[in-house]
Protein backbone atom coordinates (compact mmCIF):
# COMPACT_ATOMS: atom_id res chain seq x y z
CA UNK A 1 0.00 0.00 0.00
CA UNK A 2 1.45 3.64 -0.79
CA UNK A 3 1.10 6.44 1.44
CA UNK A 4 1.75 10.31 0.68
CA UNK A 5 2.05 12.91 2.99
CA UNK A 6 3.17 16.27 3.48
CA UNK A 7 5.33 16.83 6.56
CA UNK A 8 7.98 19.67 7.98
CA UNK A 9 7.50 21.00 4.19
CA UNK A 10 7.92 17.59 2.39
CA UNK A 11 6.34 15.07 0.22
CA UNK A 12 7.05 12.11 1.57
CA UNK A 13 6.15 8.51 -0.15
CA UNK A 14 5.84 5.41 2.06
CA UNK A 15 4.92 2.15 1.93
CA UNK A 16 4.37 1.87 5.30
CA UNK A 17 1.71 4.07 7.10
CA UNK A 18 2.93 6.97 9.21
CA UNK A 19 1.72 9.98 11.59
CA UNK A 20 2.04 12.64 9.57
CA UNK A 21 -0.34 14.93 7.66
CA UNK A 22 -1.84 13.42 4.84
CA UNK A 23 -0.61 14.96 1.44
CA UNK A 24 -1.84 15.23 -2.13
CA UNK A 25 0.98 13.96 -3.93
CA UNK A 26 3.61 15.89 -6.21
CA UNK A 27 7.36 15.13 -6.62
CA UNK A 28 8.45 13.40 -3.42
CA UNK A 29 11.78 14.69 -1.51
CA UNK A 30 11.62 11.23 0.24
CA UNK A 31 10.68 8.52 -0.68
CA UNK A 32 10.56 5.25 1.72
CA UNK A 33 10.77 1.36 1.00
CA UNK A 34 10.60 -1.62 2.62
CA UNK A 35 13.50 -4.02 1.80
CA UNK A 36 14.44 -7.23 2.91
CA UNK A 37 14.15 -8.18 6.61
CA UNK A 38 17.98 -9.14 7.84
CA UNK A 39 19.95 -8.85 10.56
CA UNK A 40 21.18 -5.13 11.74
CA UNK A 41 24.65 -5.75 13.24
CA UNK A 42 26.50 -4.05 15.73
CA UNK A 43 29.76 -3.88 13.47
CA UNK A 44 30.52 -0.59 12.26
CA UNK A 45 30.07 0.88 9.64
CA UNK A 46 32.01 1.58 6.47
CA UNK A 47 32.99 5.50 5.56
CA UNK A 48 32.90 8.44 7.25
CA UNK A 49 30.92 8.44 10.73
CA UNK A 50 28.49 11.64 10.41
CA UNK A 51 26.88 10.78 14.11
CA UNK A 52 27.07 7.96 16.52
CA UNK A 53 25.29 7.80 20.09
CA UNK A 54 26.07 5.00 22.21
CA UNK A 55 24.17 4.17 25.52
CA UNK A 56 26.39 3.91 29.21
CA UNK A 57 27.40 0.38 28.74
CA UNK A 58 29.54 1.59 25.75
CA UNK A 59 27.36 -0.30 23.18
CA UNK A 60 25.97 1.88 20.30
CA UNK A 61 22.44 2.84 20.17
CA UNK A 62 22.88 4.42 16.27
CA UNK A 63 25.41 5.25 13.76
CA UNK A 64 24.80 7.39 10.76
CA UNK A 65 27.29 7.20 8.06
CA UNK A 66 28.67 8.26 4.49
CA UNK A 67 30.53 5.78 1.90
CA UNK A 68 30.37 7.18 -1.80
CA UNK A 69 26.90 7.29 -2.83
CA UNK A 70 25.44 5.74 0.14
CA UNK A 71 24.53 6.90 3.32
CA UNK A 72 23.68 4.51 6.13
CA UNK A 73 21.29 4.94 9.52
CA UNK A 74 21.66 1.79 11.75
CA UNK A 75 19.86 0.73 15.06
CA UNK A 76 21.59 -2.22 15.78
CA UNK A 77 19.29 -5.22 16.91
CA UNK A 78 16.74 -3.06 15.09
CA UNK A 79 16.19 -1.90 12.01
CA UNK A 80 18.39 0.16 9.23
CA UNK A 81 17.44 2.69 6.78
CA UNK A 82 20.11 2.63 3.80
CA UNK A 83 20.00 5.19 0.97
CA UNK A 84 21.94 8.26 -1.08
CA UNK A 85 23.95 10.75 0.57
CA UNK A 86 21.22 13.28 1.42
CA UNK A 87 18.73 10.44 2.37
CA UNK A 88 15.83 11.00 -0.03
CA UNK A 89 15.64 7.69 -1.59
CA UNK A 90 15.78 5.12 1.52
CA UNK A 91 15.23 1.34 2.10
CA UNK A 92 14.64 -0.20 5.27
CA UNK A 93 15.68 -3.44 6.60
CA UNK A 94 14.22 -4.70 9.98
CA UNK A 95 15.99 -6.97 11.89
CA UNK A 96 14.01 -10.28 12.32
CA UNK A 97 14.14 -10.12 16.07
CA UNK A 98 12.77 -6.67 16.58
CA UNK A 99 9.62 -5.15 17.39
CA UNK A 100 8.65 -3.98 13.98
CA UNK A 101 6.14 -1.26 15.77
CA UNK A 102 9.25 1.00 16.19
CA UNK A 103 10.19 1.26 12.79
CA UNK A 104 7.00 4.36 12.76
CA UNK A 105 8.52 5.76 15.82
CA UNK A 106 12.04 6.10 14.04
CA UNK A 107 11.09 6.64 10.99
CA UNK A 108 8.64 9.67 11.82
CA UNK A 109 11.58 11.01 14.61
CA UNK A 110 15.16 10.02 13.98
CA UNK A 111 14.76 9.29 10.12
CA UNK A 112 13.31 12.59 9.18
CA UNK A 113 15.49 14.82 11.77
CA UNK A 114 18.47 13.32 10.04
CA UNK A 115 16.75 14.08 6.56
CA UNK A 116 16.15 17.60 7.08
CA UNK A 117 19.24 18.25 9.11
CA UNK A 118 21.17 16.55 6.14
CA UNK A 119 19.04 18.81 3.37
CA UNK A 120 20.47 21.84 5.05
CA UNK A 121 17.02 22.27 7.30
CA UNK A 122 17.28 23.56 10.77
CA UNK A 123 15.71 20.51 13.39
CA UNK A 124 14.85 22.00 16.73
CA UNK A 125 13.65 19.25 19.41
CA UNK A 126 10.60 20.48 19.91
CA UNK A 127 6.62 19.99 20.16
CA UNK A 128 4.48 22.73 18.72
CA UNK A 129 1.09 24.62 18.58
CA UNK A 130 -1.05 27.06 16.80
CA UNK A 131 -2.29 29.66 19.27
CA UNK A 132 -4.05 32.58 17.45
CA UNK A 133 -2.37 32.84 14.02
CA UNK A 134 1.24 31.72 15.33
CA UNK A 135 3.20 29.10 16.62
CA UNK A 136 4.45 28.48 19.95
CA UNK A 137 7.05 25.35 19.99
CA UNK A 138 8.27 23.88 23.67
CA UNK A 139 11.79 23.22 23.26
CA UNK A 140 14.15 20.65 25.87
CA UNK A 141 15.12 17.09 26.41
CA UNK A 142 12.95 13.77 26.45
CA UNK A 143 10.65 13.98 29.93
CA UNK A 144 11.00 17.63 30.30
CA UNK A 145 7.07 17.86 29.10
CA UNK A 146 7.07 19.15 25.76
CA UNK A 147 4.39 16.73 24.45
CA UNK A 148 2.69 17.23 27.72
CA UNK A 149 2.30 20.80 27.10
CA UNK A 150 1.31 20.54 23.58
CA UNK A 151 -1.32 17.97 23.89
CA UNK A 152 -2.37 19.92 27.09
CA UNK A 153 -2.87 23.41 24.82
CA UNK A 154 -4.44 21.34 22.15
CA UNK A 155 -7.05 20.35 24.84
CA UNK A 156 -7.53 24.15 25.44
CA UNK A 157 -8.18 25.19 22.05
CA UNK A 158 -5.18 24.64 20.26
CA UNK A 159 -4.23 22.87 17.24
CA UNK A 160 -1.15 20.63 16.66
CA UNK A 161 1.75 21.70 14.99
CA UNK A 162 4.49 18.79 15.18
CA UNK A 163 5.63 16.91 17.75
CA UNK A 164 9.13 16.21 19.32
CA UNK A 165 10.62 17.21 15.27
CA UNK A 166 10.43 20.85 14.61
CA UNK A 167 11.55 22.50 10.93
CA UNK A 168 12.04 26.06 11.53
CA UNK A 169 12.90 27.79 8.34
CA UNK A 170 15.12 31.23 8.41
CA UNK A 171 12.60 34.37 9.25
CA UNK A 172 11.36 32.02 12.02
CA UNK A 173 8.52 30.27 10.12
CA UNK A 174 7.07 27.01 10.77
CA UNK A 175 6.10 23.49 9.33
CA UNK A 176 3.36 21.31 10.49
CA UNK A 177 4.63 17.74 11.01
CA UNK A 178 2.62 15.59 13.34
CA UNK A 179 -1.06 14.05 13.30
CA UNK A 180 -0.02 13.21 17.16
CA UNK A 181 1.48 13.59 20.32
CA UNK A 182 3.41 10.97 21.92
CA UNK A 183 2.67 11.17 25.22
CA UNK A 184 4.62 8.97 28.30
CA UNK A 185 2.39 6.94 30.42
CA UNK A 186 2.06 9.42 33.06
CA UNK A 187 0.26 12.02 31.09
CA UNK A 188 -2.09 9.54 29.96
CA UNK A 189 -5.31 11.49 31.58
CA UNK A 190 -4.73 13.82 28.98
CA UNK A 191 -6.20 11.23 26.93
CA UNK A 192 -9.14 10.46 29.32
CA UNK A 193 -11.89 12.64 27.10
CA UNK A 194 -10.46 11.46 23.78
CA UNK A 195 -12.37 9.09 21.12
CA UNK A 196 -11.09 5.61 21.11
CA UNK A 197 -10.36 5.90 17.69
CA UNK A 198 -7.54 8.83 18.32
CA UNK A 199 -5.99 6.58 21.14
CA UNK A 200 -3.17 4.17 20.31
CA UNK A 201 -0.35 2.88 22.54
CA UNK A 202 3.07 2.81 20.74
CA UNK A 203 5.79 0.22 20.58
CA UNK A 204 8.43 2.18 22.78
CA UNK A 205 5.82 2.60 25.48
CA UNK A 206 3.68 5.70 24.97
CA UNK A 207 0.20 6.81 24.05
CA UNK A 208 -0.09 8.33 20.87
CA UNK A 209 -2.95 11.07 20.87
CA UNK A 210 -3.97 12.30 18.18
CA UNK A 211 -5.28 15.87 17.75
CA UNK A 212 -6.53 18.97 15.68
CA UNK A 213 -3.72 19.67 13.29
CA UNK A 214 -3.13 22.90 11.57
CA UNK A 215 -2.30 22.28 8.06
CA UNK A 216 0.17 25.39 6.72
CA UNK A 217 3.14 26.78 7.45
CA UNK A 218 3.22 29.85 10.30
CA UNK A 219 5.50 32.49 11.71
CA UNK A 220 7.11 30.96 15.10
CA UNK A 221 5.72 33.29 18.35
CA UNK A 222 8.25 32.15 20.47
CA UNK A 223 10.43 29.01 22.04
CA UNK A 224 9.54 28.16 25.59
CA UNK A 225 11.68 25.58 27.25
CA UNK A 226 9.39 24.03 29.97
CA UNK A 227 10.68 23.39 33.82
CA UNK A 228 7.98 21.07 35.10
CA UNK A 229 7.51 22.16 38.75
CA UNK A 230 5.63 19.91 41.69
CA UNK A 231 6.40 23.09 44.22
CA UNK A 232 5.05 25.88 42.11
CA UNK A 233 1.63 26.95 42.60
CA UNK A 234 1.91 29.28 39.28
CA UNK A 235 3.43 30.17 36.06
CA UNK A 236 6.32 32.11 36.07
CA UNK A 237 8.31 33.12 32.77
CA UNK A 238 11.54 34.17 32.47
CA UNK A 239 12.83 35.78 28.79
CA UNK A 240 16.63 34.65 28.19
CA UNK A 241 18.42 36.88 25.70
CA UNK A 242 22.05 36.72 23.56
CA UNK A 243 24.52 34.09 24.48
CA UNK A 244 22.17 32.19 26.81
CA UNK A 245 19.50 31.98 25.07
CA UNK A 246 21.49 30.45 22.50
CA UNK A 247 23.98 27.95 25.14
CA UNK A 248 20.10 26.69 26.60
CA UNK A 249 18.64 26.18 23.20
CA UNK A 250 21.88 24.26 21.93
CA UNK A 251 21.51 22.03 24.93
CA UNK A 252 18.60 20.10 23.45
CA UNK A 253 19.64 19.03 19.93
CA UNK A 254 16.73 16.40 18.46
CA UNK A 255 20.13 14.16 17.09
CA UNK A 256 22.65 13.49 19.83
CA UNK A 257 26.18 13.13 18.97
CA UNK A 258 26.55 14.92 15.55
CA UNK A 259 30.77 14.31 14.27
CA UNK A 260 30.27 16.26 10.79
CA UNK A 261 31.64 19.48 11.06
CA UNK A 262 29.53 20.88 8.20
CA UNK A 263 26.12 19.97 9.85
CA UNK A 264 27.25 21.06 13.19
CA UNK A 265 28.68 24.80 12.15
CA UNK A 266 25.15 24.83 10.15
CA UNK A 267 23.10 23.90 13.28
CA UNK A 268 25.42 26.73 15.12
CA UNK A 269 24.61 29.21 12.68
CA UNK A 270 20.99 28.67 12.13
CA UNK A 271 20.07 28.00 16.03
CA UNK A 272 22.23 31.53 16.67
CA UNK A 273 20.32 33.31 13.59
CA UNK A 274 16.99 32.14 15.02
CA UNK A 275 17.53 32.90 18.91
CA UNK A 276 18.82 36.46 17.43
CA UNK A 277 15.00 36.91 15.91
CA UNK A 278 12.81 34.82 17.94
CA UNK A 279 12.25 35.10 21.94
CA UNK A 280 13.53 32.74 24.04
CA UNK A 281 11.50 31.92 27.52
CA UNK A 282 12.06 29.90 30.65
CA UNK A 283 8.26 28.84 32.29
CA UNK A 284 8.68 27.12 35.26
CA UNK A 285 5.07 24.88 35.18
CA UNK A 286 3.23 23.83 37.80
CA UNK A 287 3.43 19.98 37.39
CA UNK A 288 0.46 17.91 35.80
CA UNK A 289 -1.30 16.50 34.22
CA UNK A 290 -3.92 17.37 35.08
CA UNK A 291 -3.11 21.87 34.56
CA UNK A 292 -5.62 24.10 35.88
CA UNK A 293 -7.14 26.24 32.69
CA UNK A 294 -5.69 28.96 34.36
CA UNK A 295 -1.85 27.79 34.37
CA UNK A 296 -2.10 27.16 30.67
CA UNK A 297 -4.06 30.44 30.05
CA UNK A 298 -1.50 32.41 31.96
CA UNK A 299 1.55 30.42 29.57
CA UNK A 300 -0.38 31.48 26.85
CA UNK A 301 -0.34 35.27 27.93
CA UNK A 302 3.07 35.21 29.12
CA UNK A 303 4.49 33.58 26.26
CA UNK A 304 2.34 34.75 23.39
CA UNK A 305 3.25 38.44 24.29
Known amino acids: MDFTYRAHGLTVWSDVELALPAGDGGE ?20 RCLAELAKPDGRVFYTLATDGDRTVLRYPGLCEFAGDPLLREVTYHLDPAADHGLL ?9 AVHLTLNSHLVLHASAVRAGERALAF ?9 TLAAALCGHGCDLVADDVLRV ?31 RPTADGRLALRSPVYADALPLAACV ?28 PRVLGWRDPAVMD ?16 EATVPWGPPFRDQVLADLLSAVGR
Not at 30 to 45: T, Y
Not at 266 to 281: E, H, K, T
Open 28 to 47: PHLVLRRGADREVPRAALPG
Open 104 to 112: TVLATGALL
Open 139 to 147: VGASGMGKS
Open 169 to 199: DPGGLVHPGSTENRLRMAARGLADGAAAADV
Open 225 to 252: IPRPSRSAVDVSVERLTGTRAFLRMSQF
Open 266 to 281: FAFQGLADLVAQIPVY
